[in-house]
Each structure stands twice: as C-alpha cells, then as structure tokens.
C-alpha cells in the first residue's frame, strides 16, 4: 500500500494537501500489520518509508509534519516491537483526527465572514472553501477561475453548483480583473501551506490576489492550522508536465508549467487557521 500510495501523491491524483497527509499516514500504518525483527528495524523501516512518502510531494507542508510526527511518535527506548507498533498506531489515528479537526476549525472560523449574501471569487480546488461555505449556509454568488492548465476549478464549479444556496459560475483564468474590478465583494482560496511570510497555493493565486489588492476587494486564505510551517520544512515548486499545456508538441519553443506560486502574507485580510489567534494581517 505505502508504494502505489507514493505514485498516487506524486501523481497528485488527490488534490488536497489534507487528504493527501492523511492517505500517507494511512499508508505508514500498514507497517504495524509487517513483521520485524527488531525496534531497531521497525523504526528503521518507518523512518525509511515516511521519507518516501514525504519526498513523493515535498510541496505539502501537511504531509511533510505529519511524517515527521508519525517518526518521532516511537520511542527509542521502547524495545519491544508490539509497543513500538501501538504507538505508531496511536498516533497515527491522532494525527489523522487532528488533520480533520483542523480544517473544520478553520471552516468555522472562516464562515463567521461569509453569513450574509455577497459576491465570491475563488480559485482552484478547495474542500476547505467548500466546507466554509457549507457552515456559512447562506446564498452567495460564486466565480471559479478554472486554474488552468489541469482545470481544477471545474472540479470545484461542479461541486459549488450542487449548492442550492450557491450560484456558480466558471470564469477563464485571465478574465479574473474583470469581475473583480466591479462585481466581487470578496475572495475566498485555500492554501497549500504557508511558510514564513509566503502563502504558496496552486499557480494563478498570487496573479488573482495582487489584483484584488489592486482594486480593494478583501482577500481571505482558509486552511488547517497544521499548514503553518515555522522551521524544518522547505517548499519545493512542482514543475508539471508539458503536455498538460499543449498537447501538440511545440518546436524551439520551452514550456514552463510550475504547480504552485509564492504570494506575499502581507495582501491578504487575514489567513484563517481555526487556531485560538488567526493569523490577522
């Protein structure tokens, strides 16, 4: 399982960072059902794995401090492997819980913003939005660029247009500044993670924000407090395929195609984790 979960996060078939941290620490649990002839080999084997499945997307601060929860969760003096094998399992289901519980904080917090009805912009895919829109349970009208070149939005235009309360629309990328200069009240986006003073996100979102900023309309980031990194971690842009931008090859001619980009913290209204403090800009 710990294998064909690699492939599945590098291939990124999953497009939440929560739900991705959560499949690999399922996967890492697997290891209690092996069998081992040492602590000294559990954890060596543990160590070896965790660090499979954190370099299969070192873009995800979530699955970065997960993994290395789940590593430091069995201790070095414990020498018998049934132990060593509950506290993995203990804190794996910990870990998991905490994942979850941490991006419903942040949807409740986040939704305390949305109760009346208004206008929203949003980008890409994002179960945090979503949840956030759901607590808020008030009828909005809703933009989704399509972030392309993988259409995620699409996704997300899909699952929006399900709501009773919500009207979705699906919006083209570049035509963001125009319904932002006269139409949006808000922008509403998720995170990948934020490390320092940088939010990184999926491509498009600092283009989206500076915009926004441009024009006064208020920008708000939603996601698990686990997505806040201080020290260890290091982000890694993701650089796609270029065949998902053109599918006919282009002589003489280098396609860029980055899965992510680095927004200043100081545009945003506020970053909403669901912690006791927001991290109020």
């Known amino acids: ?3 064909e979960t690699i492939a599945a996060i590098a291939e990124m078939r999953s497009h939440s960072s929560s739900a991705v941290a959560i499949d690999a620490a399922t996967a890492l649990r697997t290891l209690c059902d092996r ?58 289901d910990e870990a998991i819980a905490a994942i979850e519980t941490g991006a419903t904080a942040a949807a409740v917090a986040a939704s305390t913003h949305f109760e009346e009805s208004m206008t929203i912009l949003t980008h890409d895919y994002s179960k ?24 995620l939005g699409r996704k997300m235009a899909r699952e929006l247009g399900t709501r009773e309360s919500i009207d979705a ?30 939010l990184y996100n999926r491509i498009g979102t600092q283009a989206l924000v500076r ?14 407090a686990a997505k806040k990194v201080e020290g260890g971690f290091h982000f890694e842009n993701e650089f796609r395929p270029p065949a ?3 599918l006919e090859p282009l002589e003489d001619v280098t396609v860029a195609n980055p899965a992510y980009d680095a927004t200043p913290t100081e545009l945003f209204t506020e970053i909403i984790t669901g912690g006791s403090h927001p991290s109020d800009l």
Do not use: W
Request: charged share 20%.
């Open 1 to 3: 399982m710990i294998d």
């Open 169 to 198: 629309h699906l919006l083209v990328d570049a035509a963001a500044a125009t319904v932002l200069s006269d139409t949006v009240d808000v922008v509403l986006i998720g995170m990948t993670c934020v490390v320092g003073t940088q």
């Open 244 to 246: 998902e931008v053109s």
């Open 211 to 224: 915009t926004a900023a441009a024009h006064d309309v208020p920008v708000y980031a939603v996601g698990a």
């Open 128 to 151: 945090t939005v979503l949840q956030t829109l759901d607590r808020a349970d008030t009828e909005h009208t809703v933009y989704v660029t399509e972030a392309r070149p993988r259409y």
């Open 35 to 92: 069998e081992f002839d040492s602590t000294d080999q559990f954890r060596e084997s543990l160590r070896q794995n965790a660090g499979a499945l954190r370099r299969a997307n070192p873009s995800h601060a979530s699955l970065f401090t997960t993994m290395e929860r789940l590593v430091a969760a069995v201790d070095p003096a414990t020498t018998d492997i049934s132990s060593a094998k509950q506290q993995l399992a203990a804190a794996t």
